[in-house]
C-alpha cells in the first residue's frame, strides 16, 4: 500500500501568517490526492481533492499543489478557525490510505 | 442538505458484534458510493471499507477483511457495517463518508464510538 508522510507534524504559527504543509507519497499517486482538515471532535472536511481543486465552500486563501509523489497544501493567511490537525489521503490506488496528519497550533 | 448520521457504537467485548448504521438524507444516496473511515483515540484516520452505489462491489482494508462486512439498503437510505469478532484494536470513532463523482469523501457523518474492552 502506499504510505503518505506529512511533516512537520505540528506547524507553531501566528493568524496571518503563511501555512505550508508537506505530503510525501511512497509511490506516485498521480493528482489522486485530497486534503481535509478536521476540528477536534468534528469530523474531517474536505478541502482539496485532485490535489489542486478546492471543494465547494471552502474559501480561496486555501490552495493546494503538486503531482506524482509530493504536494503542498498552503493557507495562505491563517484565521483562527484555521488551527486544526490536517490529513492528506491518496485515492489513486487500493487501499486508499491517509497522512499520519499536520497540527496548525497557534504560536 | 446532506446528511448522515451514524449509530450503533458502543461498548463491546472482545469477540463480540455490531452492528452500525448510517442513515442518509438530502441527496439521492442509491447514486452515490459510500464509505466507512475509523479513528482511534488521538490517532489519524483510517480506511475501513467501501460499496459501489448499488451494492454489488465492495472492498476492505486487510485488517478487517473476513471479520466485518459492509453493505447498504438503497430503499431505506441507509449503510451498515457487521462487525464481528472485534478485537481491542477495532476501538475507534467510525465515520460514514460519501463520495461525489471524482471527488472522494466530500461529506461525513458525525461519527460513532465503538469500544471493544472486557
Known amino acids: 500500500e502506499i504510505v503518505l508522510t506529512q511533516s512537520p507534524g505540528t506547524l507553531s504559527l501566528s493568524p496571518g501568517e503563511r501555512a505550508t504543509l508537506s505530503c510525501r507519497a511512497s509511490?506516485?499517486?498521480?493528482?489522486?490526492l485530497a486534503w481535509y482538515q478536521q476540528k477536534p471532535g468534528q469530523a474531517p472536511r474536505l478541502l482539496i481533492y485532485g490535489a489542486s481543486s478546492r471543494a465547494t465552500g471552502i474559501p480561496d486563501r486555501f490552495s493546494g499543489s503538486g503531482s506524482g509523489t509530493d504536494f503542498t497544501l498552503t493557507i495562505s493567511r491563517l484565521e483562527s478557525e484555521d488551527f486544526a490537525v490536517y490529513y492528506c489521503?491518496?485515492?489513486?490506488?487500493?487501499?486508499?490510505?491517509f497522512g499520519g496528519g499536520t497540527k496548525v497550533e497557534i504560536k | 442538505e446532506v446528511q448522515l448520521v451514524e449509530s450503533g457504537g458502543g461498548l463491546v467485548q472482545p469477540g463480540g458484534s455490531l452492528r452500525l448504521s448510517c442513515a442518509a438524507s438530502?441527496?439521492?444516496?442509491?447514486?452515490?458510493?459510500m464509505h466507512w473511515v475509523r479513528q482511534a483515540p488521538g490517532k489519524g484516520l483510517v480506511w475501513v471499507s467501501r460499496i459501489n452505489s448499488d451494492g454489488s462491489s465492495t472492498s476492505y482494508a486487510d485488517s478487517v477483511k473476513g471479520r466485518f462486512t459492509i453493505s447498504r439498503d438503497n430503499a431505506k437510505n441507509t449503510l451498515y457495517l457487521q462487525m464481528n469478532s472485534l478485537r481491542a484494536e477495532d476501538t475507534a470513532v467510525y465515520y460514514c463518508a460519501r463520495d461525489s463523482p471524482g471527488v472522494p469523501r466530500d461529506w461525513w457523518g458525525q461519527g460513532t464510538l465503538v469500544t471493544v474492552s472486557s
Open positions: 509511490q506516485s499517486v498521480s493528482s489522486y
Open positions: 438530502g441527496f439521492t444516496f442509491s447514486s452515490y458510493w
Open positions: 489521503q491518496q485515492y489513486g490506488s487500493s487501499p486508499v490510505t
